[in-house]
């Protein structure tokens, strides 16, 4: 065991690690906004700074600046030639940090909290003291970044991938012969439009609190001119009035996040048909703090939970579960709410995400 003086050097070295990753995860959150990292893919050997900065639209000072970051951060390589220094993106970093990454890219995700701390930050803070929760409606930076993530995903992988998956590939097949389907937290409606392209013969309805995501649901539903699809404003929590109406219900990272989660599940179970199944996606973890320890992602979606997931989950002296409710809570929420049976599965090409499949 080492003395105290060790570990006090050991945890000094940790936060410098913590300081310069921080700041390490902004610059990157900059550089991806802004293009930084497709300039740099687009050459195959090093280049001098004004090369790609030229060929890259970018101010040639900020991006000499910003390299120095990736530099010391150990994301760009530098060597010098005849007393010019020469940057390089390594070809096997290109996937992860740009947007032809498809499912690979996680560079994406740098933006997430500097986005969080630009709109709450002091909400927040004040949070922490006298528990109040945080509106919806102070988020909508992050909730157009948040869109542009999920409809990105799900244009890749919601028909071809997920789909298929589901109950081995029953669901695809009633879908095909005609099922009535739900989604609850549609947003923009992006998965219940795809759906309606790719089985005309199902019928579609999607309800979100927001009304401004419904009026692009319906606009854009309309310019494409899908009739077997409608949009509602409409709480998952309030009363149900559309008792056995469903054969299939999803809800894609939006449990979590309401203010009466067992109302909720409750109401999705009396709103599905007899026979009928609710796919709940939502974040792989467990309900413990000690079990999520080494969870690979944990401090991140501990953070952004602590920044939106649970304060939206507190408003109206809500329940705030938090995105990190956990498995373990999940199932029985799901088990209360009336489900005969859950079914826990793994989501092709997706790792933060487990695919609950509960059964009326």
């Known amino acids: ?38 300039a740099l ?22 991006f000499q600046e910003w390299l120095g970051v990736m530099v010391t951060g150990g994301i760009v390589e530098v060597t010098e030639e005849y007393g010019v220094e020469l940057y390089f993106l390594p070809k096997e970093y290109v996937p992860l940090l740009t947007r032809n990454g498809g499912n690979a890219n996680l560079g994406v995700y740098t933006q997430e909290i500097p986005l969080l701390t630009q709109g709450v930050l002091n909400e927040v803070v004040s949070g922490m003291r006298n528990g109040e929760g945080i509106s ?12 542009q993530l999920a409809n990105a995903k799900h244009k890749q992988v919601l028909v071809d991938t997920f789909l298929p998956s589901v109950q081995n590939g029953v669901i695809v097949e009633r879908l095909k012969q005609g ?96 026979g009928g199944v609710f796919s709940m996606i939502d974040i792989a973890a467990s309900s413990s703090v000690a079990k999520n320890k080494n969870h690979p992602m944990g401090a991140f979606l501990y953070t952004v939970s602590l920044m939106h997931c649970m304060p939206v989950g507190l408003v109206e002296n809500g329940m705030g579960l ?8 999940a199932l029985e929420l799901c088990s209360i709410a009336g489900f005969s049976s859950v079914e826990v599965y793994d989501i092709p090409e997706d790792g933060f995400n487990s695919h609950y499949l509960c059964y009326k």
């Open 179 to 274: 099922i009535h389907v739900c989604d609850i937290g549609c947003a923009d409606g992006l998965v219940l439009q795809l759906m309606a392209e790719a089985f005309p013969n199902s019928t579609f309805m999607g309800f979100d609190i927001a009304e401004e995501s419904i009026e692009k649901a319906q606009k854009r539903a309309a310019e494409m001119g899908l009739k077997n699809i409608q949009f509602k404003v409409q709480d998952a929590a309030a009363e149900v009035v559309e008792a056995e109406q469903f054969d299939y219900i999803m809800a894609f990272d939006a449990i979590h996040d309401q203010t009466r989660p067992f109302e909720a599940l409750r109401n999705i179970q009396l709103m599905l048909k007899s």
């Open 136 to 147: 919806y409606a102070q988020y909508q930076p992050f909730y157009a970044f948040m869109e």
């Open 322 to 329: 938090g995105m990190m409710w956990g498995r373990e809570q």
């Open 41 to 62: 893919a687009n050459f195959d050997e090093p280049a001098p700074c004004e090369s790609i900065a030229l060929q890259g639209g970018l101010d040639e000072r900020y």
């Open 1 to 38: 065991m080492g003395t105290s003086v060790d570990r006090t050097e050991q945890f000094c070295q940790k936060l410098c690690d913590i300081l310069n990753y921080g700041a390490l995860n902004t610059a990157m959150g900059i550089g991806y906004a802004s293009g930084a990292f497709e």
